[in-house]
């Protein structure tokens, strides 16, 4: 199985960032999916949820209203769309997947997730 972040760099506040998670040997249409991110020093943080076939979607508060999830099962591919980018988001973004049969409820939990992308860098300047 391999994840593949992509879509990080570095833009100023306000700014708007896409992120991509392109699969490979995995049965992507089956899975949830999941991102999350880690800041220098602070834990891994749950940022965003999407069910299987794209019909759910979780956030953290910290990034409701501004994060869009979503995902193309046709392309294996998950998306993060980010807007309003604040320096607080400043954090490498990596893209995960639980087992097929994780509970919904579970997802914000970074232990739940079996596979893991290495993740992609975004920096947000003020």
């Known amino acids: 199985v391999q994840l593949q972040a992509s879509g990080g760099g570095s833009v100023q506040a306000g700014d708007s960032l896409r992120l991509s998670c392109a699969a490979s040997r995995l049965a992507f249409s089956n899975y949830n999916m999941g991102w999350f991110r880690q800041a220098p020093g602070k834990e891994r943080e749950f940022v965003a949820a999407i069910s299987w076939n794209g019909g759910s979607t979780r956030y953290a508060d910290s990034v409701k209203g501004r994060f869009t999830i979503s995902r193309d099962n046709t392309k294996n591919t998950m998306y993060l769309q980010m807007n309003k980018l604040k320096p607080e988001d400043t954090a490498v973004y990596s893209c995960?997947?639980?087992?097929?049969?994780?509970?919904?409820?579970?997802?914000?939990?970074?232990?739940?997730?079996?596979?893991w992308g290495q993740g992609t860098q975004v920096t947000v300047s003020s």
């Open positions: 995960a997947a639980p087992p097929v049969k994780t509970s919904w409820d579970s997802l914000h939990r970074f232990d739940e997730y079996l596979y």
